[in-house]
């Protein structure tokens, strides 16, 4: 085994080490962060259709995103129920409304509306509550994170949507929509009544599930002619518009660009950090580099210390800094936010620590090129 | 005798920064043997480090002819120096030049990997040497915990690792009380005699020549007198 010259030469100044190391956690923390709280916004923008057990959805022309529904005839469905390959097929109801509150105030409240609940799979988290409940009346169900804005409610208290007053007969959780808008739960009819005005006769979405087993170009089959049934109307696949309604926040608002903006601030901060640092201690060794070649060392052996000190900044500030990021998680639960940090994300942040540490020494490398072993011979 | 190194006629010309050409050797020749202990005197600026590095591998000759360990130096190959460095020359400074973050022990050590040593191969070089030196009961100690006597004798120490034939030495004594220097001289040339090394040490300490077997003295830039030490 030969002396690790790098290692024990990193660790011999060890505030010089833990600055450089907590230049890349920092860099590290902001990047799962702020891409993790993303992530969760982004989740929270398609978490129903990713629930819904649902193949393909077809919608309004031109729909943005699960949210900003427009209505169009309910009689589709019956075009689409006669699809050959199409098992069955709802409609589905997704619309803003207003919520008079105990307070005098007003919020607002995504209604999600369907005939069966239970079919699709939404919701997905009852806590309290039996759905089959929601055609006996003037019922709906509220989900948990409606306790921000609405303030605290229970099983049995009335509401007032849209001027009806109903009753809250169970509670859902996890039911997320992006802009944070709480969602409701109430049956399809009973939706339409809700706003005659724009509801009576429509529905906002129509939801396909195929017969069990139907592959990729089954799929594409049908979607194809529900397409040419419906040629007023847009079908996707499940992942397509669970990407469209994402993609829609993304590109459609600054979210997206904020992010990005703080991603290259977090890994510019990291970079300036760990090459100042790495640049000061490599002017600081000059001398012990210019022994390495004076006893026959050359630009190669100090690359690999100083590729070696970086990579070890890397790796420990990774982990501190993913360390720091999962334990902030609790407390952004804590005010309903998520922090999703996937797993192929946490190996593309380590991979881009490493790079970037190694980025940040090459600035080193050029001064380490340029060292002239003579000066070992100066006082 | 076997000699080791050779300078033929060696010139260096530096160019300042408004193009004056500055001759700091000047037709230097010099050839030293296995086992033979020389001492190159000389006031500042004479040219002795310059005619060091030349023979050390670190600079190359503007003109003349260098051989060392029996391969001809040439300025047209620069990427071949420090392998010849590593191969055939072992150095010790006057700031003794010690790694402050490793142990007496891996300094020697990690000088034997650099010349392609490693693993148990390299660590018994490096007690051998350590031991050679006196501070076996050293070798774990880091330079900042060495007196400079006890540091000078590592880089000595770490010169001798990997059975380099030349040996040059720069100012060995200069940092040393003159007790330390004349104790650290006098190993270094019992050691160099041991071992059957070329020893050329660079210095303005008139102890050299005490151990030195021959004197020269340079003097603006040319080899003014050779003698045998007194």
């Not at chain 1, 393909?56 to 006669?82: C, G």
């Amino acid at each position: 085994m030969a002396v690790d010259l790098a290692t024990k030469s990193l660790l011999h100044d060890k505030l010089r080490f833990l600055i450089t190391v907590s230049g890349v956690a920092f860099a590290v923390t902001l990047v799962f962060v702020q891409v993790g709280l993303f992530l969760g916004l982004l989740d929270n923008a398609s978490v129903t259709i990713e629930h819904i057990d649902a193949d393909l959805w077809v919608t309004s022309r031109n729909t943005p995103n699960v949210d900003f529904a427009h209505t169009f005839p309910d009689t589709a469905v019956k075009r689409v129920r006669s699809v050959p390959g199409v098992e069955r097929a709802d409609n589905l109801i997704v619309w803003f409304v207003t919520v008079n509150l105990p307070s005098g105030a007003q919020e607002g409240s995504l209604v999600y509306a369907l005939e069966d609940f239970s079919r699709w799979n939404i919701p997905w988290n009852v806590a309290q509550g039996d759905l089959a409940d929601l055609k006996r009346g003037q019922y709906f169900f509220l989900d948990d994170s409606a306790v921000k804005r609405y303030g605290s409610f229970q099983v049995g208290e009335y509401r007032e949507i849209l001027g009806q007053r109903m009753k809250i007969i169970g509670r859902t959780k996890d039911a997320r929509s992006f802009t944070t808008t709480p969602i409701s739960f109430i049956d399809f009819e009973r939706a339409q009544t809700l706003n005659p005005q724009s509801l009576q006769g429509k529905t906002t979405y129509v939801l396909v599930k195929l017969a069990p087993g139907a592959d990729a170009a089954e799929i594409a089959a049908v979607k194809a002619e529900i397409a040419r049934r419906l040629p007023y109307n847009d079908v996707y696949t499940k992942k397509e518009w669970a990407t469209r309604s994402r993609n829609y926040w993304v590109q459609s608002t600054g979210i997206g660009l904020n992010m990005y903006i703080t991603v290259f601030l977090g890994c510019l901060v990291g970079i300036v950090v760990v090459a100042q640092t790495l640049y000061t201690s490599t002017m600081e060794h000059l001398k012990e580099f210019g022994t390495v070649k004076a006893i026959g060392g050359g630009n190669l052996d100090i690359y690999r210390i100083l590729g070696k000190q970086a990579s070890i900044a890397a790796v420990g500030g990774f982990v501190m800094g993913a360390l720091m990021a999962y334990a902030m998680r609790p407390a952004i639960t804590k005010i309903d936010l998520k922090l999703i940090i996937p797993p192929v994300f946490v190996a593309i942040v380590f991979v881009g620590a490493v790079v970037m540490c190694l980025a940040a020494a090459m600035i080193s490398f050029r001064k380490v090129a340029s060292i002239d072993p003579a000066l070992v011979f100066r006082g | 005798m076997k000699t080791v190194l050779e300078a033929d006629s060696v010139s260096k010309d530096f160019r300042e920064g408004r193009g004056d050409v500055v001759s700091v050797l000047r037709g230097v020749s010099l050839s030293l043997s296995r086992g033979e202990i020389v001492s190159l005197e000389g006031p500042s600026g004479s040219g002795k480090t310059t005619l060091l590095s030349i023979l050390g591998c670190i600079l190359t000759a503007s003109s003349g002819r260098v051989v060392v360990d029996g391969e001809e130096i040439s300025a047209d190959r620069p990427a071949r120096l420090p392998a010849i460095r590593k191969k055939s020359i072992g150095f010790v400074f006057q700031q003794f030049n010690l790694f402050p973050s490793l142990t007496a022990l891996e300094n020697v050590e990690y000088a034997l990997n650099i010349k392609g040593e490693k693993g148990a191969a390299a660590l018994r070089e490096a007690e051998r040497v350590i031991d050679a030196v006196g501070l076996s009961d050293r070798r774990d100690f880091l330079p900042r915990d060495l007196s400079g006597g006890q540091k000078q004798r590592i880089a000595i120490a770490r010169a001798l690792a990997g059975k380099s034939p030349i040996l040059l030495a720069d100012e060995p004594t200069a940092n040393l009380d003159s007790q330390i220097g004349g104790q650290v001289l006098e190993m270094f040339r019992a050691l160099a005699k041991k071992e059957d090394r070329a020893l050329l040490i660079v210095t303005h300490d008139p102890k050299v020549r005490t151990v030195a077997d021959r004197v020269l003295r340079i003097q603006d830039g040319r080899l003014a007198a050779e003698g045998l030490a007194a």
